[in-house]
């Protein structure tokens, strides 16, 4: 059974910077693209960031292009997101997870909270 266990979250201004960690055990991390999601209060988790099983290419949102970072060290099961430049509507619960359905079983997730 696959776990994912996210970290890093915390409060910070706006402008700030964050460094997201997920950790997977149980399962071979490096055979699998993964990518960082979030879910804000009252909407969907959508996706923001995408890295293939490499760590070659990565593929961001709109929303957070230029300003996140995702990366993966896979001799330590871990994939990171580097935010930077935060803004308040990056407030959300940040969770990591393959990048496309069937979803491994969801982490309990970081909070991002970005004051004004």
């Known amino acids: 059974q696959v776990q994912l266990v996210e970290s890093g979250g915390g409060l910070v201004q706006a402008g700030g910077s964050l460094r997201l960690s997920c950790a997977a055990s149980?399962?071979?991390?490096?055979?699998?693209?993964m990518a960082w999601f979030r879910q804000a209060p009252g909407k969907e988790r959508e996706s923001v960031a995408a890295?293939?099983?490499?760590?070659?290419?990565?593929d961001y949102a709109d929303s957070v292009k230029g300003r996140f970072t995702i990366s993966r060290d896979n001799g330590k099961n871990t994939v990171y997101l580097q935010m930077n430049s935060l803004k308040p509507e990056d407030t959300a619960v940040y969770y990591c997870?393959?990048?496309?359905?069937?979803?491994?079983?969801w982490g309990q997730g970081t909070q991002v909270t970005v004051s004004s």
């Open positions: 890295i293939n099983w490499s760590g070659g290419s990565a």
């Open positions: 149980g399962r071979t991390f490096s055979s699998w693209d």
């Open positions: 997870n393959v990048r496309t359905r069937p979803y491994w079983a």
